[in-house]
Structures are given as C-alpha cells and as structure tokens.
C-alpha cells in the first residue's frame, strides 16, 4: 500500500511538472513572437497592472478576476489606465501599435505585434482560442463582453495570458 501512494505521488509531480514546461514553452514561443522590447514593456505594463489591483481589490483571492466582474457588471466609471511617463516610451515600440479590421481572410488586415504573438500560441488554450474567434468575428470587443468572456475561460494557469489580451484590447485598440 505504501508503495502504491509512493508511486502515486510520484506521477502526480510528474505531471505538475509536465503542465508546468508546456506552459513555460506556451510563454517563451509567445514572447519570441512579441519581441525583446515588446516583451519587457509588457511586462512591466502587466505588473504596472497587478500593483492597481492590489490597491483595488486587497481583499480578493482572485483580483484580476474581479476588477473582470466590476466591468462586466458595468461597475467600473474609469479604467485603468499607464502612467503617461511610460505610455509615451511605449509609442515607439510595436506594441500598442494600432490595427485596421478587415473583411479578409485574416482578422487583422495589419496586425501588431501581440496580435501575431497571441496567434503563435492560438490552438493551446480556450481563453486564447475563444478570444481570436471573438475578435475574427467582430473586430473591436467592448471591454464588458471581453470581461465576460475572460472570466468564463479564466484560470489561474491562463491568467498569464488573459491578462495580456486584456490589456491588448484595452490600448491596442
């Protein structure tokens, strides 16, 4: 018997482990798509984003989860926002760099460069696979339908990228 809970707890690591590198691949192949420079902006434009809703939503086990529920609910009257200082650095990279919807075969007729990183990675997750639909089928997103459709999908292995597109959306456009 004690084997048998050995050898248990042994594959349960394993496989922890496993969903711990396909995630860790899924990160590293999309910020070879967004680039050096793109990658480090975001990134500090996401933790720019989590120290908000620590301030916000203190309380929260999940906050992004809430701040999600607040604008879904049509809660929120401002969203946040990145500081000025930085927005303007960010201007000349490609990252927030706006996109023309179209009626092609593409999404996108011209896409950023988070938009073509996000579709890298579109078959690995249904937080990523629902939102290119979305985005395919309708261009621009409201933040409140994108808040909805984030919270159904959003799990704490996803939020890496949920966060992302949230923020994509919210600048990008």
């Known amino acids: 018997m004690k084997k048998l809970i050995s050898i248990l707890i042994i594959l349960s690591f394993i496989a922890c482990s496993q969903k711990d590198e396909k995630k860790d691949i899924l990160i590293e192949t999309f910020e070879k798509h967004l680039g050096t420079n793109e990658t480090k902006y975001l990134n500090e434009i996401v933790e720019d984003f989590d120290k908000y ?14 701040y999600l529920s607040d604008i879904n609910e049509l809660k929120v009257n401002k969203y946040w926002e990145i500081d000025s200082t930085k927005l303007e650095r960010y201007k000349d990279s490609k990252l927030l760099e706006k996109y023309e919807t179209g009626f092609s075969d593409s999404a996108w ?12 990675i579109k078959q690995t997750d249904p937080i990523i ?10 261009g621009n997103l409201p933040l409140s339908t994108l808040a909805g459709g984030l919270m159904y999908y959003l799990r704490e292995s996803n939020e890496y990228f949920a966060k992302r597109i949230f923020i994509l959306e919210l600048f990008g456009q």
């Not at 011209?110 to 890298?120: F, M, P, T």
């Open 109 to 120: 007729e011209k896409q950023n460069n988070l938009h073509l990183a996000i579709g890298s």
């Open 53 to 66: 809703l620590a301030a916000n939503y203190p309380d929260q086990e999940s906050k992004f989860r809430a």
């Open 129 to 138: 696979t629902s939102y290119l639909t979305a985005k395919k089928a309708t």
